[in-house]
């Protein structure tokens, strides 16, 4: 080491360790990234950090959501109350961020991937910001916040009410959220929920968001309307206005262990809430339950479509271990000693203290479906070249694999982008590290794709050669991991031949399979469907599909298939 560098460490060791380990990062607005095993990309997210920040003391926290066409630092600019200057664009106003009061919270806004919503891709970025900044920071697990506008408002929804005991209280702005969220309204019995809507916005239905509001009302959520006489689709300019939305999340506090707790869902991805886990469900099929303790070591229990749970009761202040307890099931009464996990499971009609067995090629969380899962994670576009095609079909295999994997598109009329970013490969490319790190999206048949044929014996599903014009897309677990078989037509056709070419004007072919279910074949187009569905809760086709399927001609079923 030269007299330089010694001297220079030397000097570094004098100022104390945080100085020779590495810079602390400023008070104030500024933006950070966390590294995603999606795409194996740097993904940012705008952080403000309170003035005389102590890394001694737990802070609240807010996760913060953008609106369509926006970003992470735009909508940290918003939820503390700064829109942009007279005359200013949004691309002007996200160079740079204004002063404003400060507050005693640490906030975060993710980028999750630009103009995709809150479902998959961009849902795990939400997540990992949030495993990240507590990584990072004293956080107050009892003081976490969600928030957002428009589409992120949306999304405020469906990450809230999936996640419940995440959350202290939620406050969703012209809220958009996905289909189907509705039904998870009753998850926000414990959430204090404020809504905010303008009366006159053109974008998000004023009526669709009261009856949001009715509807937690009816439920029993502490929920909170406010709607703006005279106001747009820029509701968030009063909800925001003056850092106002702090002052309402300091009045609540998560409780961890409520007497009661009401929770529905259609996946095993979301199968928890507080003390209560859902062990045995079928999805697609929206499971509920409802537990609540009516006194110490006595829990009357209300279920919907599920056949195991588990309570999760350590620490939780209605539990005396040293009693028995008297659990009533749907009616029925088990008399159980008090223990830190209870699980209970439905046989022949009749609820038992047993643990839910599943079986070895059952769903489970991460192997469950549907299509869209299986681009959620991390994932890799594979085209086939097994049957030695000529220099064009190749071209026109690998064009197909680049569209289905070209997230990252203008989408008209805002000039939106979605930012994800995964490999494509050729069959003969992959390598076992992708085989044990990634869902494999592969495209064509046994014959014409390596690692469709390698797995060939296990997939239930295979397109006739003969099958022309026809499409056939379906989801399979295979080892840790899911494949997404695409053969024949793309997924994304629109009848014009193109789809090799480029996606439809304002569409990612990526997110077509949002709301797609387990398989589907269709002929032509994609929305021309022959058949599709769920497979059952054993990854086998129900009889009836199997011989929807076989009745086409275009598919061949392997013989364990439907049972």
Known sequence: MNRFLMALFVGLLALGPDAALGQELQAGPQVLTFFSEVDDTDQPYALYLPPHFDETRQYPLVISLHGAGSNHRLNLRRVFGQSNAPGENDVEATRYFPEWDDVNYIVASPFARGTMGYQGVAENDVMQVLADVQRRFPIDADRIYLTGLSMGGGGTLWIGLTRPDVWAAMAPVCPAPPSGTIGLAGNALNVPVHLHQGAEDPVVPPDEVRAWADTLDALGTNVTYTEYPGVGHNSWENAYQNGQIFDWFDRFERNAYPERVRFATQRYKYNEAYWVRIDALTPGTQAQIDARFTAVNQVTVATEALDGFTFRLAGHPQVDRGQPMTVRIDGDTLRVQAADSLSFNLRNGRWRLAPWEPGPTSKRPGAEGPMSEALAERH?????TADDPSEDELQRRRAQAVTAATWSVYRGPFWRRVNVFPRIVADRDVRESDVATSNLVLFGTRSTNRIIDRYSDRL??????????????????????????????????????????????????????MGWPDFRLFKGVADSVLVEGRFNRAWRLAREDAQALRATGAVVLSEDASR
């Open 380 to 384: 890799i576009y594979v085209y086939g």
């Open 460 to 513: 239930p599903l295979h397109l006739k050669p003969t099958a022309d014009g026809y499409g056939l897309a379906y989801v399979f677990p295979v080892g840790d991991h899911y494949v997404l078989i695409n053969s024949g037509r793309a997924w994304w056709s629109d009848g014009t031949g193109g789809e090799s070419e480029s996606p439809f004007v304002n569409q990612v072919p990526a997110l077509e399979l």
